[in-house]
């Protein structure tokens, strides 16, 4: 059994690297076809300015920078996002009340709120972190509420027959209910702080003439504006992609162990 298991996921992997390799050699074929000297990022180029960055550590420092961000934002984000979910979801009157003013907010992009934050903060960190929390507080909220609207009403009233505390009701019938949803709302937040994150960075890196507080977004921005190293932008862009699948999959090993019923 554990073979075939090992057999599953070496089939699963060859398949997901498939299309990647094949697109990284059409890539270097395209540009070996290029003049010498062209600027043109080349898979052999990238790869040596990758192992540059490394080697500088300049890479791995702006990276976690980005990622400090995202967890503190993401962080605010959640604990506001699910207080206010359970309220919400749990009372009839405050989510009627609340959800005209959810619902007006909601279909406003973080980036469109990027100038009032710098007017507001400035272009450092705390403008970055008010991008983060902005983005990922919504779907932290949409699913928590949609989570504590699907818990078994008779579970409930079951336990407010017996006598039950509100509080007990809350945290020990309505929440591990609202869990999955909950979970899932996370996930989809932590993706959408990410991609935040690497946005705001870019903009503040352009207001603030490159300099700033770093991040894997203005050090992006300094490559395009100041130092035109389109390989190292490709550096930039490919570990974006990896931490952003290294994120994803890790929530969905958190949601596998505290709810493993799921499919």
């Known amino acids: 059994m554990k073979n075939m298991t090992f057999d599953n996921r070496t089939s699963v992997l060859v398949r997901n690297l498939t299309l990647p390799v094949l697109l990284i050699v059409v890539w270097h074929i395209w540009a070996s076809t290029l003049p010498a000297g062209s600027p043109a990022p080349a898979p052999l180029k990238v790869l040596q300015t990758l192992g540059d960055m490394l080697g500088a550590g300049s890479l791995l420092s702006a990276t976690l920078q980005s990622l400090g961000r995202v967890v503190l934002g993401f962080a605010v984000a959640s604990v506001l996002g699910i207080a206010l979910g359970l309220l919400m979801g749990s009372s009839p009157a405050v989510r009627e009340n609340l959800d005209p003013i959810i619902e007006s907010f909601r279909p406003i992009a973080p980036m469109a709120i990027l100038p009032i934050a710098i007017?507001?903060?400035?272009?450092?960190?705390?403008?970055?972190?008010?991008?983060?929390?902005?983005?990922?507080?919504?779907?932290?909220?949409?699913?928590?509420?949609?989570?504590?609207?699907?818990?078994?009403?008779?579970?409930?009233?079951?336990?407010?027959?017996?006598?039950?505390?509100?509080?007990?009701?809350?945290?020990?019938?309505?929440?591990?209910?609202?869990?999955?949803?909950?979970?899932?709302?996370?996930?989809?937040?932590?993706?959408?702080?990410?991609?935040?994150?690497?946005?705001?960075?870019?903009?503040?890196?352009?207001?603030?003439?490159g300099g700033g507080s770093g991040g894997i977004g203005q050090m992006m921005f300094v490559f395009y504006a100041y130092n035109i190293d389109l390989n190292a932008i490709v550096v930039c862009m490919a570990v974006v992609g990896v931490v952003a699948l290294l994120i994803d999959q890790l929530f969905r090993l958190v949601e596998k162990r505290l709810i493993p019923w799921r499919p």
Do not use: C, Q
């Open 119 to 209: 007017l507001w903060l400035g272009t450092g960190t705390p403008t970055a972190l008010a991008i983060v929390a902005y983005a990922s507080f919504f779907p932290v909220l949409i699913n928590t509420v949609h989570g504590v609207s699907r818990v078994d009403r008779k579970l409930v009233l079951a336990a407010h027959t017996m006598g039950i505390s509100r509080w007990t009701i809350l945290t020990r019938v309505v929440l591990p209910g609202a869990l999955p949803s909950i979970l899932l709302g996370t996930r989809l937040a932590m993706g959408v702080a990410w991609t935040a994150i690497i946005a705001a960075e870019l903009a503040v890196g352009a207001k603030s003439g």
